[in-house]
Structures are given as structure tokens and as C-alpha cells.
């Protein structure tokens, strides 16, 4: 079935560097969100992206939406320890009224 | 805090047994979204409703049926449980129908022994 494939599964980055996750669909999107859930929380709302080709930042964050909108990027700066945290990306198919959630970039940070 | 509430915050309960977990949205968000978050399975969507009507169906068993009523509030009806629908079930909401910005509760962590 369709299905948002994510990597890495996990990240472990020295404070101060920076890193990407990414999130493949093998059939168009209609969108994709990222969210982070924090240990023990629940996923919070990061951003949306519509348009291919779309980029987006918040502060050390940039969200990128590939031309084809099959595939997407977060790129986070200088990671920080507030970075710490599971970062899921979540596809809408263009043609298929649902929400398919990537398995998730685990972030740990060391100081 | 995100404005989204839900009871219980734990449940532990038997094999076979059934479960209603219940949802308030944020005040003036329509819809309403459920998931379902296990180890093995990641985040999966179940289900969404939306102003009382159901708008989009996921991953969600047979077992399983949601509702949403007039007041907006859903409930979540698990029956005939099994050891592997042990997760954590999130209640979300938004304004609009669609999958947009999406608000999640804290979570009901569902225990079948």
C-alpha cells in the first residue's frame, strides 16, 4: 500500500552540528507535514508544505518539498539539546484521502 | 498545552474486554482525528470525523468504530481486545476538514494483559 518511507531511523549528533532526515513516497503527495514529538509527548505541528519545490525555515529549521512532491527534507543547524526528540513526516496522497506517517528520525544530542 | 484533552490517560484491561476512549477537541476545531502509536507500527491513522460526520478511514480494525457527537467530543470504541492493540491512541483536532495543522491530546495508554 502506499506508505512514506523515513531515514535515518535514528540520529545521533554532536551539539553544534548539523543534520537531515528525509521522507520518500513512491506516488505524488498531495502535502506533507512534519511534526516532533518530545519524549514521553505527543506530536506537535511543525509545518505544512504545499508546492513542489517548496522550501521553508524556522530559525535552524528548513523544510524542503521535492519538485516531483514525492519526497521531503528537514534540515536542522547547529542542533541544540532542545533539538532532542522524534521527528515524523506525514504525506496526504494526491488522489487517496488519508494521512501515511513516516516511521520517524529519533534525535539524540550529545552535549 | 494544546488545548486538546483526553480521558482516560491510562486503561489497563483484559483480553476479549472492550474500551471507550474519549476526546475533546480545541473549542471551534471541527475535526477530529485518531491514531494509534505502538512500537512495531509507528504512528498510524485511524480515523477522522469531521462536524459529526466521517470524513477518512486509515488503518483502523473492524473491532475498532469511533464516533463524534453534536458537541463535538469522539469516543473511540475498542472491542474484543487483544495483546497487540497494547499502544498509545492520540486524539487530535483541527479547524478545517482537511489534513492540515493538526493539534494532538496527551495520549491514552492502553494496556491489554
Known amino acids: 500500500g502506499q506508505q512514506v518511507m523515513q531515514i535515518p531511523q535514528y540520529q545521533h549528533v554532536q551539539e553544534g552540528e548539523d543534520f537531515t532526515t528525509y521522507c520518500n513516497s513512491s506516488?505524488?503527495?498531495?502535502?506533507i507535514q512534519w511534526y516532533k514529538q518530545r519524549p514521553g509527548g505527543h506530536p506537535v505541528f511543525l509545518i505544512q508544505?504545499?508546492?513542489?519545490?517548496e522550501v521553508k525555515k524556522q530559525k535552524r529549521l528548513t523544510f524542503q518539498f521535492g519538485e516531483a512532491k514525492k519526497n521531503s527534507s528537514l534540515h536542522i543547524t547547529a542542533t541544540q539539546t532542545t533539538d532532542v526528540g522524534t521527528y515524523f513526516c506525514?504525506?496526504?496522497?494526491?488522489?487517496?484521502?488519508?494521512?501515511?506517517f513516516g516511521a520517524g528520525t529519533t534525535v539524540t544530542v550529545r552535549a | 498545552d494544546s488545548g486538546v484533552t483526553q480521558t482516560p490517560k491510562h486503561l489497563i484491561t483484559a483480553t476479549g474486554q472492550r474500551v471507550t476512549l474519549r476526546c475533546s477537541p480545541r473549542?471551534?476545531?471541527?475535526?477530529v482525528y485518531w491514531y494509534q502509536q505502538s512500537l512495531d507500527q509507528g504512528l498510524q491513522f485511524l480515523i477522522q470525523?469531521?462536524?459529526?460526520?466521517?470524513?477518512a478511514k486509515g488503518n483502523i480494525l473492524e473491532r475498532f468504530s469511533a464516533q463524534q457527537f453534536p458537541d463535538l467530543h469522539s469516543e473511540l470504541n475498542l472491542s474484543s481486545l487483544e495483546l497487540g492493540d497494547s499502544a498509545l491512541y492520540f486524539c487530535?483536532?483541527?479547524?478545517?476538514?482537511?489534513?492540515?495543522?493538526?493539534?494532538f491530546g496527551p495520549g491514552t495508554r492502553l494496556t491489554v494483559l
Open positions: 506516488t505524488t503527495l498531495s502535502n
Open positions: 487530535a483536532s483541527s479547524v478545517s476538514g482537511g489534513f492540515n495543522e493538526q493539534f
Open positions: 473549542s471551534g476545531d471541527l475535526s
Open positions: 506525514a504525506g496526504e496522497y494526491l488522489y487517496d484521502y488519508k494521512l501515511s
Open positions: 470525523y469531521y462536524n459529526g460526520e466521517e470524513r
Open positions: 508544505l504545499v508546492k513542489s519545490g
